[in-house]
């Protein structure tokens, strides 16, 4: 996402305490997720729990992610719910048994939950990675100079050092680009056009844009202002995808704190959104084909041409 909330505004005491008490967003799903097998077998939570030799409020407790269940247990819940996907048991199993700890650890008290809670699910995103933003360049192709002015222009001004931890912290989630995960990303023609950084810098972040592209398990995609169809949806979103594409997740970028979705329902509505906008999109195109005479207009020459404008500028 290309919020600007990498970093708390809470300090002190508060902060602190609201850490602590944190649940993450993985061990919530989790939870919800046992809860929500439960209720599709209309399975009363007194006999449930029976049936792994529990207590309703020792079950109770587990479905609202305050503690966690072994793999067996989980299993013989989901034998008695009568689910039987192998891929999305297996993928339960290992959010249920990670302890949560990963490189976004060492930036608790630096960055807020919620930051901490979006890094660790992107590290699960094993499968896909769709991403749509209006009038900022994705989080994930940002380069840092490009940071460094998104904060310093934002309504709310970081400071020097929230600012670095920032920075830091995003570079740091760029690295799943070198993984095997898909990464898809549509992003708007206003993006590219965007002025707040200056030229040199949006150069630079065009100049990334396009390399970025040529990687084998990265697809760029322009929406342009010349679409001759009204965009299904205008905000900012993302969808990260496991291995069980049945746990995947929808965050949402709004005005105050991103939110992170995950009923069936509304991921199947912003997947089939996705889809609609990459329909719409220009093709993504590449420096060994949209360079060629008589070549269509597509995103990688959308790039190019505004990175070229720019150039003529300096």
Not at 260 to 270: A, I, N
Not at 279 to 305: E, F, M, N, Y
């Amino acid at each position: 996402m290309t919020h600007t909330r990498d970093t708390a505004g809470a300090t002190g005491r508060e902060r602190t305490l609201a850490l602590r008490a944190h649940i993450s967003e993985r061990q919530r799903r989790y939870g919800a997720e046992v809860r929500r097998l439960r209720l599709n077998a209309d399975v009363a939570v007194q006999a449930a729990a029976a049936h792994v030799g529990m207590r309703g409020p020792q079950l109770n407790h587990i479905e609202a992610a305050r503690t966690g269940l072994d793999e067996t247990r989980m299993r013989s819940l989901a034998e008695l719910y009568g689910c039987t996907d192998e891929e999305y048991l297996a993928t339960l199993a290992a959010l249920g048994a990670s302890d949560g700890k990963g490189w976004w650890n060492a930036h608790k008290r630096r960055v807020p939950a919620f930051a901490l809670d979006l890094a660790e699910l992107e590290h699960w995103s094993s499968r896909a990675y769709l991403n749509y933003e209006t009038f900022l360049v994705p989080g994930l192709l940002q380069t840092p100079g490009y940071m460094h002015q998104l904060f310093e222009t934002s309504e709310a001004p970081l400071s020097p050092e929230q600012r670095e931890d920032t920075v830091f912290f995003r570079l740091q989630r760029q690295r799943i680009l070198d993984g095997p995960t898909d990464f898809h990303f549509v992003i708007h023609e206003a993006a590219l056009l965007m002025s707040f950084a200056g030229v040199d810098v949006m150069r630079h972040q065009l100049t990334h844009l396009l390399a970025v592209s040529e990687r084998p398990n990265v697809t760029i995609q322009v929406f342009p202002f010349s679409a001759k169809a009204t965009p299904p949806y205008s905000g900012p979103f993302l969808i990260t995808q496991p291995a069980s594409v049945d746990l995947s997740t929808v965050v949402i970028d709004s005005p105050g704190e991103p939110a992170f979705h995950d009923l069936p329902e509304t991921v199947r509505k912003f997947r089939d959104r996705f889809n609609d906008l990459r329909r719409l999109a220009l093709c993504p195109g590449s420096s060994a084909t949209s360079s060629a005479p008589h070549s269509q207009r597509d995103s990688w020459a959308v790039i190019q041409h505004i990175k070229h404008g720019l150039e003529l500028e300096r």
